[in-house]
């Protein structure tokens, strides 16, 4: 296989939450009116020192899950016990983000997962993604011990596809990860809508307008 023609592009990395998933927002959104909370209880916590300071610890895997799930409810003031499992109930798959990986890496292009990790136990939010047989590389940050937006992880990356920042695309909810993925020489790519995704990866990369 060889790389689509008329691309700079050799690879593209894909964050997981948001990309590859339904829009967080959302997501949280009916987290909230299944837990009949008030719209913004979760961002308000989230934000909060203690709420990074939580996220910080789950996503470099300083703490478990159920660490997280029991620090976490107890600040926004909900049931604890399978908080992460609720919390991303509808976290449903991208599919149209996910169907234009698995062409770009058919057309020879690398595709790597970089995604701070909220742990895999006992709610494992990366199962039935078949993220190992998807892509070329899947680098999650509890497992590397750095995360996002930390330019060592995305060095790491870099290390894993055997491609520049110059060649490769990096797609992401947050401003601040694509601000530092841009700084180290990577092309960014907003992902908030997936068929606005999906149809921009496939004018970058080239490819067609239909997925496999």
């Known amino acids: 296989m060889t790389t689509s023609p008329a691309t700079r592009f050799g690879a593209v990395v894909f964050d997981f ?33 203690e709420g990074q300071e939580l996220f910080r610890r789950l996503e470099l895997g300083q703490i478990t899950q159920e660490e997280w799930n029991s620090r976490f409810g107890g600040l926004i003031g909900v049931e604890p ?15 149209p983000v996910l169907r234009v990986a698995r ?44 995360r996002k937006p930390d330019p060592a992880i995305f060095r790491i990356v870099l290390d894993r596809l055997g491609v520049g920042a110059d060649e490769c695309l990096f797609v992401d909810d947050s401003e601040s990860n694509l601000e530092a993925a841009a700084g180290l ?13 999906a149809r921009r990866l496939r004018e970058l990369l080239h490819l067609p307008g239909s997925g496999l």
Do not use: C
Request: hydrophobic share 50%; aromatic share 12%.
């Open 81 to 95: 016990a399978g908080l992460m499992a609720r919390y991303l109930h509808d976290a449903f798959p991208a599919y």
């Open 185 to 197: 020489g990577f092309t960014p790519l907003l992902g908030l809508d997936e068929d606005v995704v």
């Open 103 to 146: 062409q770009a890496r058919a057309a020879g292009i690398r595709t790597a997962v970089l995604s701070n990790s909220l742990g895999r136990q006992p709610f494992d939010p990366y199962s039935g993604f078949d993220l190992a047989g998807t892509f070329d590389a899947v680098v999650l940050s509890a497992d590397v011990g750095v």
């Open 17 to 49: 939450f948001g990309v590859l998933t339904f829009n967080m927002v959302e997501v949280i959104q009916a987290f909230e009116d299944r837990e009949k909370i008030v719209r913004g209880t979760f961002l308000r916590g989230w934000a909060s020192p």
